[in-house]
């Protein structure tokens, strides 16, 4: 099965959607690659999940991604005597290390490297922004806030601190437990919540081993002002606008979304757009205009892949909401304004032989009007080289490598074959004639251009370009 598309679907997996025949109806509708969201899953869940999306992958012949969500840490206030309170503006609460529950005067708050950090002046947003507090005091033990906005506070909200840089890593103990756990698992991506500086990934990445790619959520303004350092040291990038609008400005977050999107591509990084694209479809059957509008956005920016959350994992249309993002998606790539918004925002290469190859593999194949790039890529930088450059024409990943095919399932453009891999020059031109022929990107009479890397197998070593004719029997023609 092959898209129509270049934009990648990733859709998260939860009750409405945890059944292997729903995961096999939400790939046909469109998605390409499933999060497993680990704040509501627990060991015995997730791996169920894995194993029905690997069955799921086995009857459908295709590579499918698997990224799972780590939850990061959850700072939250504690627990008030009548439950919630009633604030005003413009009165004191204060923050304490005091595990007695809270009044309208104070609450617990059971972090003490908040209480450390926070400084006068920073801001505390609770339960979402619903409540903005600003620190007037702070003594170590305790926080004294003013009031700004919002007047209602209950039990066990979350703490968002958009001002204050927490001296606390990325993993909490839990996301340790759950890294272990997936990773046994054979999940292709991780994705690290709380990310605020690049020294957050590294203990992620030791883990980790290579076993599975990382990508890092954008959540918040620490991460969004050291961006540069973050996406060298990530495998790719999330654009968590849930979290962004909570702690940076609303209006800030379309252009801090084009920023890191044109960043990561420059970088030659996926990137995802997620958080309520199509919010609406949790209850309604069909989006509102403004979401339709919102989710070609991310795909005129070019990003690799848009992402539902609950949409697909706890609403009443599961299957429609991909089916409408897949239908979005297909129908803004058609649109005669896309191929120039695309081309405009190509970086240049950057100066080694591989992005030279892709480069010209790219302007060959649309001044000649080929059928299909085709790159083996044993460890998957090939195919990533391929897509930085947003051809117009399909690209083709073979690799022999399972993980590889799956993990670049997540990739703009990229249609994933798992392929042994060729023994001679002659066996490399005629399976990727034949792959093309069969998957239906090519007839017999037209052109491809295949990368490769010689000698084959050798990772990391693109330097061979090769046009070839299909044949009438699928093979390569002369």
Known sequence: MRRSRKVKILATLGPASSDEATI?????????????????????????????????????????????????????????????????VGQTFVLDDDPTPGDQRRVHLPHPEILKSVEPGHRLLIDDGRLELVAVETTGRSIVCTVISGTKISDKKGVSLPDTDLPVGALTEKDRRDLDAVLATGVDWIALSFIQRPEDLAEARKIARGRAAIMSKIEKPQAVARLAEII???????????????????????????????????????????????ESMIAAPVPTRAEVSDVSIAVFEGADAIMLSAESAAGEYPVESVAMMNRIAERVEKDPTYPGIINAQRSEPEATGADAISLAARQIAETLRLSAIVSYTASGTTGIRAARERPQVPIIALSPIVATARRL????????????????????????????????????????????????GTPGSTNMLRIAYIGTDGMSGH
Not at 238 to 265: F, N, S, Y
Not at 436 to 443: L, M, R
């Open 24 to 88: 096999r109806r939400l790939f046909e509708a469109g998605a390409d690659v499933f999060r497993i969201n680990m704040s509501h899953t627990d060991h015995d869940l997730m791996r169920t999940l894995v194993g029905r999306i690997r069955a799921a992958e086995a009857a459908i012949g295709r590579p499918i991604g698997i990224l799972a969500d780590l939850q990061g840490p959850k700072l939250r206030v504690g627990k008030f005597a009548a439950g919630k309170v009633e604030l005003s």
């Open 232 to 278: 060298e040291l990530s495998d790719a990038l999330m654009v968590a606008r849930g979290d962004l609008g909570v702690e940076m400005p609303l209006e800030a977050v379309p252009g801090i979304q084009k920023q890191i999107t044109r960043a990561a591509r420059r970088a030659g990084k996926p990137v995802v757009i997620a958080t309520q694209m199509l």
């Open 409 to 456: 399932s997540l990739l703009w453009g990229t249609h994933c074959v798992v392929t042994d891999d060729a023994s001679d020059l002659d066996d490399m031109v005629d399976r990727a004639c034949r792959i093309t022929f069969d998957e239906g990107f090519g007839k017999a009479g037209d052109r491809i251009i295949i990368t490769a890397g010689v000698p084959l």
